[in-house]
């Protein structure tokens, strides 16, 4: 069992490894199975536990996990909504590069996770968000602001896409994700936040995420609509606080 105390890469033991395969096998079925959730159930536990995935080897993670769930649910993509959607995280992106260089990544973080609990706390109260245009593309520029500089750019879809069908959901999300989470990986790249351990991190870890995708198919079928909703606001909510915590408590 000497392998568990040895480093397979730079910094990462053996059991360091399997722990961080668990959280993304965990957070992969989530994901097949709502639509949404390996960002928002992985990046804030992995900032706490396991730093060196935060933001690049989780966001090319989540890049053909967002494929697979697209193409699984292609039929069901609402394609004018996830165009405005992608304009609207290709946005972000770049204003993301912009924000990092003028301010901190604590003091964005504080401000997306405050504006992540207000649109909860509005939804538990009967707020109806329901996914038009307009909203598809505010929450594309704040999902694409907050997955480059936090990994997790999933809250803003979950609170305006909680209305929509379950198999709607989850192709166009995945749709999104998928443009969008290759674009975050190019930009990072280029300021030198990915390198080539990274990319060997993420190497690593790729057949956990792919237990964890094909480990959903026969659970999505017994989630109903209604508890998706729950369970999007639900992960939302909880990635919102652990973001919150890290950064008062940094």
């Known amino acids: 069992m000497d392998w568990l105390?040895?480093?397979?890469?730079?910094?990462?033991?053996?059991?360091?490894?399997?722990?961080a395969g668990l959280l993304v096998v965990v957070g992969a079925c989530l994901q097949g199975v709502s639509g949404l959730g390996f960002a928002m159930f992985s990046?804030?536990?992995?900032?706490?536990?396991?730093?060196?995935?935060?933001?690049?080897?989780?966001?090319?993670?989540?890049?053909?996990?967002?494929?697979?769930?697209?193409?699984?649910?292609?039929?069901?993509i609402q394609w004018p909504l996830a165009g405005v959607a992608v304009v609207g995280r290709l946005g972000g992106t770049v204003l993301a590069a912009a924000c990092l260089v003028m301010l901190s990544v604590q003091t964005l973080s504080l401000l997306f996770a405050l504006l992540i609990l207000t649109g909860v706390s509005l939804s538990l109260t009967g707020w109806r968000v329901m996914p038009t245009r307009r909203n598809m593309a505010v929450a594309g520029l704040a999902s694409?602001?907050?997955?480059?500089?936090?990994?997790?750019g999933a809250p803003p879809f979950a609170i305006a896409m909680q209305n929509m069908g379950a198999a709607q959901l989850r192709g166009t999300f995945g749709a999104i994700f998928f443009i969008g989470s290759a674009v975050s990986i190019a930009v990072l790249t280029v300021v030198g936040r990915m390198g080539a351990h990274?990319?060997?991190?993420?190497?690593?870890?790729?057949?956990?995420?792919?237990?964890?995708?094909?480990?959903?198919?026969?659970?999505?079928?017994?989630v109903p609509a209604p508890l998706v909703r729950k369970l999007l606001l639900a992960?939302?909510?909880i990635g919102a606080l652990v973001v919150l915590f890290r950064t008062l408590t940094a």
């Open 5 to 19: 105390t040895t480093d397979l890469v730079q910094g990462v033991s053996g059991a360091h490894y399997l722990a």
């Open 43 to 76: 990046a804030p536990l992995a900032a706490m536990w396991f730093p060196e995935l935060v933001p690049g080897p989780l966001l090319v993670l989540s890049c053909p996990l967002a494929l697979m769930g697209g193409l699984r649910d292609r039929e069901a």
């Open 144 to 152: 694409g602001m907050m997955g480059t500089i936090t990994s997790a």
């Open 198 to 222: 990274e990319y060997l991190l993420s190497a690593l870890l790729m057949p956990w995420m792919f237990l964890g995708f094909f480990a959903s198919n026969p659970i999505k079928r017994h």
């Open 235 to 237: 992960m939302a909510a």
